[in-house]
């Protein structure tokens, strides 16, 4: 049978309408995952009201919620992106998933896009509720800092997305649990992600790391409404690097 015998109804839909059902159906799976939620939402959540509420540890001179509201938001984005992605892809890889959906119409590249879009929905959900608390705490951010935000946001996204990719396609899923767990934990930690690490070795070590560019990238938007072009520029170069890697060792199956 051609293609020109198909009726309309036996036809795959156009690309773009089946990538935003993958993308609607993989933002939905996030959203009823309790493990999920935990960690995209609500460690978030007890982190910026903990962080801001706390005399410790320090956080330099001004009010403790401008620093520590877009390290959060940030924070986020790597829950979301990286630690979240690259679980579910683990194990949807390790449980052939991955290989029945690449042989479908959707395609690996069609597969790839609505997770990427999905990550980016979710995104939004977690600026809009952690942002709220944030404002309820006393945050008020530079108006323009939301816009200027919008390019490290996508550039993050970019970076920790290829390498939760990168992760996933490697390592087995019990592994890349733990790792992506212990890595989430590690950044919070010391990558100066939430609470900024000024001068020293620590400190320009964290530059050069995604979770410090994209925590010095945010509390530069939305301090000072500023596009800090040399963060944005490590988090291209890790989303590339990272990229390029994942095309190279990544196993569907």
């Known amino acids: 049978m051609s293609a020109l015998d198909l009726t309309p109804e036996s036809r795959p839909a156009p690309p773009l309408r089946r990538v935003r059902a993958q993308a609607a159906f993989d933002a939905r799976i996030l959203l009823r995952n309790g493990e999920q939620v935990l960690l995209t939402l609500v460690l978030p959540a007890l982190l910026l009201v903990g962080l801001t509420e706390a005399a410790v540890p320090a956080l330099g001179p001004g009010r403790r919620i401008d620093v520590v509201a877009p390290g959060v938001l940030a924070l986020a984005i790597v829950s979301t992106a990286f630690t979240g992605q690259a679980i579910g892809t683990a194990f949807d890889r390790r449980y052939g998933v991955l290989r029945l959906l690449g042989t479908t119409p959707l395609g690996r590249s069609g597969l790839l896009a609505g997770r990427t879009l999905a990550v980016l929905a979710i995104e939004v959900v977690q600026a809009v509720i952690l942002g709220a608390i944030a404002l309820a705490l006393g945050w008020r951010p530079v108006p323009l800092g939301v816009l200027v935000a919008a390019v490290p946001a996508l550039a993050g996204t970019a970076a920790f997305v290829a390498l939760g990719l990168l992760l996933a ?85």
């Open 169 to 253: 396609g490697t390592l087995r899923a019990e592994a890349v649990l733990a790792v992506a767990n212990l890595l989430w934990v590690l950044l919070v930690a010391g990558g100066a992600l939430v609470v900024p690490l000024h001068g020293g070795a620590g400190g320009v070590a964290a530059a050069a790391l995604p979770s410090g560019a994209l925590g010095s990238a945010f509390r530069a938007a939305f301090q000072h409404a500023r596009l800090d072009l040399g963060a944005v520029a490590v988090l291209l170069a890790w989303a590339v690097g990272a990229g390029l890697a994942a095309v190279r060792w990544f196993r569907w199956e």
